[in-house]
């Protein structure tokens, strides 16, 4: 097979999966798996469903269509646009909304596919991305999406930590308590779904903490095997699960300070160095376009990562106890950003380990 290549272990995926919904369980959170970050692949999706997730999620129909012949509910986890509201009911059995707008436009949908689509409010607490931020508005969109045929309401929801960095807290889930009341109070809905979250609300779980919430939509935890608000490791989980193997094209020692005059680098970026002299410095056939520098680790933790463009990663070998020539091939543990621009690009291998 050719290079680079992301190696996805579905052994250790699917342990990670057991242990996070194990966990969620002790405070009875059922798990929706998110499969975005692997494009929604169906052989590792199906991972998540051997290790017990209840529902899967992605934000992209084309990942969703994918998903299509898995036998398990489907969440559509972007605000749909009203385009795609056909497929929205063909291809997700619940999607997440905020505008009465597109829950007509998918009302129509369901009503010519004749089928009844649940849906999920989303409520801004704070984060700033989708979400009612006017209770007003709110409870008005409620009214009035009961009126309509082939749609159900089932659940609210929030997300954080993603627009505006906001750690998820007891505060937000007691919020989330009072939409719930004020729903059963006003329009007497029991909601079946209280939805509180991505991977930054798991840390609620371990402290008892998640009050209302028997719900949370989880894909970096369970790819990564990490809780991200406090960076905390979840127990009994791996943090290979994928890997990429690059190869190295070129092999010299060169000075670690370029020669010249600094102007900007391939990204329009005035790149700054440090001179560390010279060093054994190995060019691999893999860059930007298809990973992320910042999230990608080697697992031989003597070399280091200078940097790199478009197509191309410099490494610093020169500490390392392997002697590494044209041809040889270096492996990286990825985190979340690695993965996705590694799944995403059409110039990796994808090998999928079962
Ligand atoms: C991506 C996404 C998730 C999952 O986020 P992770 O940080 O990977 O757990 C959950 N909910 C929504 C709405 C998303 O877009």
Same mark, same amino acid.
């Given at each position: 097979?050719?290079?680079?290549?992301?190696? *996805? +272990?579905?052994?250790?995926?699917?342990?990670?999966?057991?242990?996070? *919904?194990?966990?969620?369980?002790?405070?009875?959170?059922?798990?929706?798996?998110?499969?975005? *970050?692997?494009?929604?692949?169906?052989?590792?999706?199906?991972?998540?469903?051997?290790?017990?997730?209840?529902?899967?999620? $992605?934000?992209?129909?084309?990942?969703?269509?994918?998903?299509? +012949?898995? $036998?398990?509910?489907?969440?559509?986890?972007?605000?749909?646009?009203?385009?795609?509201?056909?497929? @929205?009911?063909?291809?997700?059995?619940?999607? #997440?909304?905020? =505008?009465?707008?597109?829950?007509?436009?998918?009302?129509?949908?369901a009503i010519e596919a004749g089928k009844t689509h649940k849906i @999920?409010?989303?409520?801004?607490?704070?984060?700033?991305? =989708?979400?009612?931020?006017?209770?007003?508005?709110?409870?008005?969109?409620?009214?009035?999406? #009961?009126?309509?045929?082939?749609?159900?309401?089932?659940?609210?929801?929030?997300?954080?930590?993603?627009?505006?960095?906001?750690?998820?807290?007891?505060?937000?889930?007691?919020?989330?308590?009072?939409?719930?009341?004020?729903?059963? =109070?006003?329009?007497?809905?029991? #909601?079946? !779904?209280?939805?509180?979250?991505?991977?930054?609300?798991?840390?609620? *779980?371990?402290?008892?903490?998640?009050?209302?919430?028997?719900?949370?939509?989880?894909?970096?935890?369970?790819?990564?095997?990490?809780?991200?608000?406090?960076?905390?490791?979840?127990?009994?989980?791996? +943090? $290979?699960?994928?890997?990429?193997?690059?190869?190295?094209?070129?092999?010299?020692?060169?000075?670690?300070?370029?020669?010249?005059?600094?102007?900007?680098?391939?990204?329009?970026?005035?790149?700054?160095?440090?001179?560390?002299?010279?060093?054994?410095?190995? @060019?691999?056939?893999?860059?930007?376009?298809?990973?992320?520098?910042?999230?990608?680790?080697?697992?031989?933790?003597?070399?280091?990562?200078?940097?790199?463009?478009?197509?191309? !990663?410099?490494? $610093?070998?020169?500490?390392?106890?392997?002697?590494?020539?044209?041809?040889?091939?270096?492996?990286?543990?990825?985190?979340?950003?690695?993965?996705?621009?590694?799944?995403?690009?059409?110039?990796?291998?994808?090998?999928?380990?079962?």
């Open positions: 097979m050719s290079y680079p290549k992301i190696i *996805v +272990d579905l052994k250790k995926l699917q342990k990670n999966v057991e242990s996070v *919904v194990k966990h969620c369980e002790t405070e009875g959170i059922f798990v929706t798996g998110v499969t975005k *970050v692997f494009c929604g692949y169906p052989e590792i999706a199906q991972a998540y469903i051997d290790g017990g997730v209840k529902y899967l999620g $992605d934000s992209r129909m084309e990942n969703l269509k994918k998903m299509k +012949d898995l $036998d398990i509910e489907k969440y559509m986890l972007r605000l749909p646009m009203i385009s795609e509201a056909k497929d @929205i009911v063909e291809y997700a059995d619940i999607s #997440l909304n905020s =505008e009465l707008a597109t829950i007509k436009a998918i009302n129509n949908a @999920i409010f989303m409520m801004d607490l704070g984060d700033l991305r =989708e979400g009612f931020f006017s209770e007003e508005e709110f409870l008005n969109t409620v009214e009035e999406t #009961l009126k309509l045929s082939n749609i159900k309401i089932v659940g609210i929801g929030t997300n954080m930590a993603c627009y505006g960095g906001i750690v998820p807290e007891i505060e937000h889930v007691e919020k989330l308590g009072y939409f719930k009341d004020l729903l059963k =109070e006003k329009f007497d809905l029991d #909601l079946e !779904i209280i939805s509180g979250g991505n991977s930054a609300t798991i840390h609620l *779980v371990e402290k008892k903490s998640t009050g209302v919430i028997n719900n949370l939509r989880l894909g970096e935890t369970l790819t990564i095997g990490q809780e991200p608000s406090y960076e905390k490791r979840m127990p009994n989980s791996y +943090d $290979d699960v994928f890997t990429v193997e690059v190869e190295i094209i070129e092999v010299k020692e060169k000075p670690s300070y370029p020669i010249g005059k600094i102007g900007k680098d391939a990204f329009g970026n005035i790149p700054t160095f440090e001179d560390k002299g010279v060093r054994k410095r190995m @060019i691999c056939a893999m860059g930007k376009q298809d990973i992320d520098f910042g999230t990608m680790f080697p697992l031989d933790d003597k070399i280091q990562i200078f940097g790199g463009s478009s197509d191309h !990663i410099i490494l $610093d070998g020169t500490d390392s106890e392997t002697d590494y020539k044209v041809g040889d091939k270096v492996k990286f543990k990825l985190e979340y950003v690695a993965v996705l621009r590694a799944m995403t690009s059409e110039y990796v291998t994808k090998e999928i380990i079962k």
